[in-house]
């Protein structure tokens, strides 16, 4: 794989997203096949492994941490704070918290440095803006961090264009992570070009649309605890109207002579040098396929076919519930519900 820049770093095109082998999508896999994935990815030529304290409520920064810690100048190592598990209520039980308070920061980067097995981390996020502290604050936090050594560039993650300029002016933002693939395109509203101007990284997380864009899904199988049984667009009956979209989608990527998965990623490889997807994967052979997205070629007019198939007016249902879409700053489209 070719290479592309993320702050002081240079990266592999295609990183690895760790979170689904701790968090999100069910029950996790074993830590055996876990590790399988993660040192697969690494000797395929991965170089950037992105985590966070709020998988698994810690438990995908351990894992991070325990497996590749002897590997550790191999790679740039990415995490995120601001949103994290909290026991509020007393009782053991942990419950996700948006918290940019610069002591909570503080805390939650001393913990993710234990259970990373490091001394500092490459790129830290804040996970999401909390609006109740303003953006100035929390990303001066992160810079007390980077002058302390704990951390060496800071990224943003679901902001918009607007408050992504407002935090670079504190203190130069590395990268900016949200999604973005064909059937979520809100970055192409303003933040794409804003960190294009300001020399900011875009890292795409959810680049093959949470599966859809791999094959057909059964969502009445879904286990209890994933996370797409409350996204609007996996419910019965939007799924059955955004799969009218796959097999042309699928028609496509024979024309490109690749997988559904590798027409995903090689269209966000195609959109600009400064944008990094990181898929996510449970599996080995699904991880190896990803990583050849970076050897496929798209035509121009495949591209035009492709951005007219699967579009903001095409897709159907919103990415987030009500309650998610109110925790993230991301541009949304008007009048498209």
Same mark, same amino acid.
């Given at each position: ?34 590790? *399988? ?33 002897? +590997? ?25 918290? /948006? ?21 500092? /981390?490459?790129?830290?996020?804040? +996970? ?22 704990? /951390? ?10 607007? !408050?992504?300029?407002?935090? +670079? ?59 797409? *049984? ?13 799969? *009218? ?28 040098? +400064? ?38 007016? !095409? ?23």
């Amino acid at each position: 794989m070719k290479n592309r820049k993320i702050g002081p770093f240079q990266v592999s095109e295609i990183g690895l997203g760790c979170m689904n082998l701790s968090h999100a999508y069910g029950a996790p896999v074993s830590e055996a096949q876990a590790e *399988k994935v993660l040192l697969t990815a690494l000797d395929a030529g991965v170089t950037l492994f992105d985590t966070a304290a709020l998988y698994g409520f810690g438990a995908n920064e351990t894992l991070v941490g325990k497996v590749l810690k002897s +590997h550790r100048q191999k790679f740039t190592l990415a995490s995120k704070c601001g949103m994290t598990g909290v026991d509020v209520n007393g009782d053991g039980k942990l419950v996700r918290v /948006i918290d940019g308070r610069p002591e909570t920061i503080r805390k939650t980067c001393e913990e993710a440095l234990k259970r990373l097995q490091t001394d500092v /981390i490459d790129l830290y996020y804040l +996970h999401r803006w909390d609006k109740k502290v303003p953006i100035e604050d929390s990303v001066g936090a992160l810079s007390d961090l980077i002058r302390q050594g704990k /951390i060496q560039s800071i990224g943003l993650s679901e902001v918009s264009a607007n !408050t992504l300029r407002k935090a +670079h002016a504190v203190h130069p933002i590395a990268a900016v992570q949200t999604e973005y693939s064909l059937w979520t395109r809100n970055p192409e509203i303003a933040v794409l070009k804003a960190c294009e101007a300001l020399g900011t990284a875009f890292v795409a997380f959810s680049p093959v649309a949470r599966g859809f864009l791999c094959g057909p899904l059964d969502i009445q199988g879904l286990d209890a605890k994933d996370i797409r *049984k409350s996204m609007p667009r996996f419910t019965a009956e939007n799924y059955a109207a955004n799969f *009218k979209l796959f097999a042309p989608y699928l028609e496509l990527a024979k024309e490109a002579d690749c997988s559904p998965a590798q027409l995903a990623l090689a269209w966000l490889l195609h959109k600009a040098p +400064h944008i990094i997807p990181i898929p996510g994967t449970t599996r080995e052979q699904h991880l190896m396929d990803d990583l050849g997205a970076a050897q496929v070629k798209l035509s121009p007019d495949l591209v035009v076919r492709l951005e007219a198939l699967i579009n903001e007016h !095409t897709v159907v249902g919103s990415r987030y519930n009500a309650q998610a879409n109110s925790e993230v700053d991301t541009e949304v489209f008007e009048n498209i519900p």
